[in-house]
């Protein structure tokens, strides 16, 4: 039954609710599909008539998405606010941490940094973020139907149990029901869940209403057993198995997604342009790349070691949290040496903001921001040198094009997206220049590089990828035919996903009934 829109009026006047119900979709383990299902649940939620809004208190990424006002939170909290319909906002994620190493990451606190620390030193800060973590939950649930909180990892990790703030330590705070992710492809979900319920303690069990099996291949009607063997053992109600969706094309939540996956794995398309990506350890918001990848006469791979170079016709250089560390991982691999002789020989190379700074001849680090020495050689591809400066930029813009020789026909043209970077970097070969900004002279509003063949260029854009109209023209000039380009936009495709996502969970889920779980908890 699809509820209309008086029905839910009726039933928000029934409940009395005076803040946002809420539902916690938890996982046995990370990667267990928690983002995803949100994802769906916020979708499937809204297509209903209510206000929905995600949460997540902790999440560790860095795929970033900046919000209106400029702060910074994960890209799956942004991702699950366009399925909601509803603007993203940094309540959504209170606190995001950014790994720039084995032990340290930047602590993101209401879309603002704080401060760089150890694993160590931030799990004796828990006393000082919760207060984040309730306030920016407290806010949501004033203006929204229902919040659909996402947790992370596994609530059953005992060694955390006193300092995690993001599983039940939330449900507990907001008496939230519970649904519970088994991910069979891994193999032993009769494990993951029952175990995980076993784990938790008597008050912490009460609250899991409902259990998904999740990413199930072929029949599913194969596993009718062991869903009565879940429901007997278990003593909670299994809500349904989910079918593994192929080819959903949503951007991914970290780079989790690239670890598990071999060079020829990672290959999309089967294109006549080889497009390889340099896989550097903190690569960040590598979704700016996806577009590229939807494009069936591109084939775009990420690289890890020279050995797995090939021939390609682009290199592109990503985002990075550490632009220092990986610049040096780069010359240790040979990659840095394998992208200067590309260039060399008239190939073309990308940078999106770290890459962008790596290819100036220079960047100065005087507060030691990343660590270790004050500055580093680039690999000297584009004329800019690039500081960081103590103030990071975090924000939305809009920029102009003042050259089209990247994209012929595009001059004087528009494009959007966000950047997050604590570079300034001076150019005197800009092609873009910011449309809304404070500055107020030129050289300030000027953004992007590119050298004089116009082989090599880069800018701070994340998002550049997404503005169709450029990238066709980009890709044209590269010799790809217009033809075999999505007729949709990328803005099409997504809503498309979102809808085809929230169509596979609603086939598999009775949502009247989960909408009684939350209403009535």
Known sequence: MLWSAGMVGRLLRLSKVEVAKTVMVMGTSSSAGKSLLTTALCRCLARRGFRVAPFKAQNMSNNAAVCAVGGEIGRSQALQAIAAGTPPTVDMNPVLLK??????????????????????????????????????????RQHHDIIVIEGAGSPAELNLADVEMVNMSVARYCRSPVLLIGDIERGGVFAQLLGTLWLLTPADRALVKGLIVNKFRGDLSLFDAGVEILQQRGGVEVLGVLPYIEALRLPEEDAVALDGFTCEMECSGDGSLDIAIIRLPHIANFDDFDPLAADASVRVRYVRSADQWGDPDVVILPGTKNTFGDLQWMRQTGLADKTQQHALAGGHVVGICGGYQMLGERIHNPHRLEGGSKEIEGLGLLPVETTFLLTKQTRLVELALTDDSLAPGTLGETISGYEIHHGATRTSSAWLRHVCSDAEDAESRAEGSQSGDGRVWGCYLHGLFYNDRWRRAWLTKLGVAASREPATSSHDQLQRSLDRLADTFETHIDIDHLLSIIFES
């Open 99 to 140: 790994p720039e190493g084995q032990t340290r990451s930047q602590v993101v606190v209401d879309g603002s940094p704080t401060q760089t620390l150890e694993a160590v030193d931030y799990f004796e800060r828990r006393s000082q973020l919760w207060p984040h973590v309730t306030a920016a939950l407290d806010r949501l």
